[in-house]
């Protein structure tokens, strides 16, 4: 990845809100989980429901990126119904 400095890779506590890559043009969220911690991977509609329910400072975070950030989704459908 271009432009990506790897070395300052970060990982929060689980079930935290996460920064994985940090640039000085923008940040990369694994908002879905990451293989490395299986118990926080968001795939079936039960872990959707258990992430809303338990994710609310991490929804009202996304919101504040989301307003008054760009932002790109990679690897999200927008067909996909949650």
Do not use: Q, W
């Not at 923008?26 to 293989?35: A, D, N, Q």
Request: charged fraction near 25%; aromatic fraction near 12%.
């Amino acid at each position: 990845m271009d432009g990506f400095d790897l070395g300052r890779l970060k990982e929060g506590k689980k079930g935290a809100f996460r920064r994985y890559l940090n640039y000085v043009e923008g940040e990369l969220y694994k908002i879905h989980g990451c293989i490395t911690d299986p118990d926080n991977i968001v795939i079936a509609s039960s872990d959707y429901s258990n992430f809303r329910s338990n994710a609310k400072l991490f929804s009202a975070k996304l919101l504040t990126l989301i307003s008054k950030n760009p932002v790109i989704f990679i690897g999200y459908s927008i067909s996909e119904s949650e």
